[in-house]
């Protein structure tokens, strides 16, 4: 740290210190890399906009949790609330989905991580759903830090959940709740990257068989977006199709979850998926319509498809595996 912080002390100007920083910010010690982050918070937007260094930013925080050091950062409500308007809604929907199922992540000291045999595992559905770990360390209070940091997830995915159902809903819909006019095409914009980030979110939960996060999600909305959950349930159906996503992933209780609720339910029909091509994931129906289409049409026609999708979500697993390499268990395929 002394180090870095003699570097940027010799570097001339502001903009230098930050292309410096977003250089070698993803190569730091997660600690280190946490301290550089809150002494420079008000310039974060400068520093950690590159992917790589967005994720860094949040795998620091998860290891720093996870190793029981997340409290060796002192930052102030302030200093988090600038880290976090601007690294949250830069972040992939991995982070969010791990901190906003995990509220109570476990912290293990450094014998617990060189003894794992220790430790009793659990699937992915039971992450968010039961304390990870029964031993006395984690039955301590979070530290202030990671409750702060749960405190703000929650809250942004609270706004992707109303940006979401504005989305879909009718105009007269969304007026007559917020008793206003249309939505201006700029807010619209702002609001449809709001909603993307928050079908990630969707379709983690559902992929890793999480129904209670799944059904905690759809009810983030506020009181007076109640009446129009139903459309976001129906866009969810029968243009995201978490029906196929379910399926494919053998996600038995995210489907049980969806025929329990009404809105759903009357969507999810059996025939639907009965014949999908495991070589393409699309449905037979989707496939005579590829064949129809003219051979120089690349364009994805019909059903989901969800056998791309399967393919960028590979590397989750692997992910969530190594955030919770001592208390996870890989799960069964």
């Not at 993803?26 to 590159?50: E, F, G, T, W």
């Not at 794992?116 to 029964?134: A, E, H, R, Y």
Request: charged letters at 15%.
């Amino acid at each position: 740290m002394d180090l870095l912080l003699a570097i940027l002390r010799h570097l001339p100007a502001a903009s230098t210190k930050f292309s410096f920083l977003s250089m070698v910010y993803s190569n730091l010690h997660p600690i280190v890399a946490l301290r550089v982050a809150v002494l420079y918070a008000n310039d974060v937007k400068h520093i950690l906009m590159q992917p790589e260094a967005i994720n860094a930013f949040w795998s620091n925080v998860l290891y720093a949790q996870f190793v029981g050091r997340l409290e060796e950062v002192t930052v102030t409500p302030a200093e988090w609330t600038s880290l976090l308007s601007v690294l949250l809604p830069a972040a992939s929907a991995i982070p969010i989905y791990l901190i906003k199922s995990t509220p109570l992540l476990p912290m293990s000291s450094a014998s617990d991580i060189s003894s794992p045999t220790t430790q009793s595992p659990l699937s992915f559905t039971d992450i968010g759903t039961s304390s990870p770990v029964k031993n006395e360390k984690t039955e301590t209070s979070p530290s202030y830090n990671w409750r702060f940091i749960v405190k703000k997830t929650r809250q942004y995915v609270r706004q992707l959940a109303a940006a979401a159902v504005c989305v879909v809903s009718p105009p007269s819909a969304i007026a007559a709740a917020y008793g206003g006019g249309a939505i201006p095409s700029s807010q619209r914009h702002v609001l449809t990257i709001m909603s993307s980030h928050f079908h990630e979110l969707i379709e983690l939960a559902v992929r890793f068989d999480n129904s209670a996060m799944l059904m905690d999600l759809m009810s983030l909305s506020p009181a007076e977006l109640q009446a129009c959950v139903k459309h976001e349930w129906r866009y969810l159906m029968e243009k995201y199709h978490i029906g196929v996503i379910a399926i494919a992933a053998g996600s038995i209780n995210v489907l049980k979850a969806i025929s329990d609720v009404p809105d759903a339910a009357a969507l999810l029909s059996a025939e639907q998926y009965e014949r999908i091509d495991p070589n393409t994931g699309l449905s037979e129906d989707a496939g005579v319509a590829d064949e129809a289409a003219p051979e120089n049409q690349n364009t994805y026609t019909g059903t989901f498809l969800f056998v791309e999708h399967h393919r960028q979500y590979v590397g989750i697993e692997r992910i969530v595996r190594l955030a919770f390499t001592q208390h996870v268990k890989p799960p069964i395929k």
